[in-house]
């Protein structure tokens, strides 16, 4: 596949994520949105990881591994957001036993 | 118009249209389904660039566990359509014309550029299976490797603490 589809695939995954972050206000369903857009970066990135390989196997560079570092990252990036997921849902928990929803509109106590 | 080809164009439809409905549905819940059938069309496309590793772990790390945490969340909020905050129909439109307007300038900037003639290799290639990328990371990566269950370790704490009811 051409590398420009997936490009073009990634940026309107991408976009959907954003738009989701700007619409939507309960604040569970912006961090699913913020997944998604990780989710978009990591299919590139393994996108251009293959680019990689199909280019040094037919330039015969002689490299152990073409490639490898992006699906590797796409590995760290998964495993952040992993951890990011389990703080960013307690903060959440807190908050709505705080302030008992988790509508945005309510947490402008900082703005006050 | 090969197989590979028609899969991807599934696939890359399937991924579009689910996470589009991500964003427009109302119940949370069923956000959280469309986002489960978002991943897996995007597993499969792990699959189709022969990045298996990367697929199963998509699958067991997005669509096992952190979707179930999500999951688990709203049922213990009891969150559903009712208690869903209104959305306001300026800030809706304001949010989409400012993410179309993203996706115009990247498209825009992106269109022409120098990789365009560039193959993403479809089905072949060992760079993607487990003994290499196992091999790699518990070599040239371990540092990272190791710090990263630091970051898991001070995550845990973190969540416990911050949850935990004073």
């Known amino acids: ?112 | 118009m090969s197989i590979s080809a028609i899969l991807f164009w599934v696939l890359s439809v399937a991924a579009l249209f689910s996470a589009l409905m991500v964003v427009t549905s109302r119940n949370p819940i069923h956000s959280v389904i469309w986002l489960i059938v978002t991943f897996f069309a995007i597993s499969g496309h792990y699959i189709l660039l022969n990045a298996q590793f990367l697929a199963v772990v998509n699958i067991i790390v997005y669509a096992g566990a952190i979707m179930v945490l999500f999951l688990f969340v709203i049922m213990l909020m009891n969150l559903n359509k009712e208690s869903e905050p209104a959305r306001h129909r300026w800030l809706q439109l304001a949010g989409g014309v400012s993410g179309g307007a993203l996706l115009l300038v990247l498209v825009a900037a992106l269109k022409d550029t120098e990789l365009k003639s560039q193959q993403s290799l479809l089905l072949e290639g060992h760079t993607g299976l487990i003994k290499t990328l196992g091999q790699e990371l518990f070599s040239t990566y371990v540092i990272p490797f190791e710090l990263s269950s630091i970051l898991f370790l001070s995550a845990m704490v973190g969540a416990v603490l911050i949850g935990k009811k004073d």
């Open chain 1, 1 to 112: 596949m051409p590398i420009n589809y997936y490009l073009f695939l990634a940026i309107a995954l991408f976009s959907i994520g954003v738009v989701g972050v700007l619409t939507r206000r309960n604040a569970i369903i912006i961090f699913m949105c913020i997944e998604l857009m990780l989710n978009a970066v990591n299919l590139l990135l393994v996108a251009f990881s293959k680019m990689h390989y199909n280019q040094a196997a037919a330039a015969a560079i002689p490299i152990a591994n073409p490639g490898i570092d992006g699906q590797l990252f796409v590995f760290f990036i998964m495993v952040v957001a992993a951890a990011e997921v389990s703080v960013g849902l307690a903060i959440i928990v807190m908050l709505y036993r705080n302030i008992h929803s988790v509508d945005i509109n309510f947490l402008n106590r900082l703005k006050h």
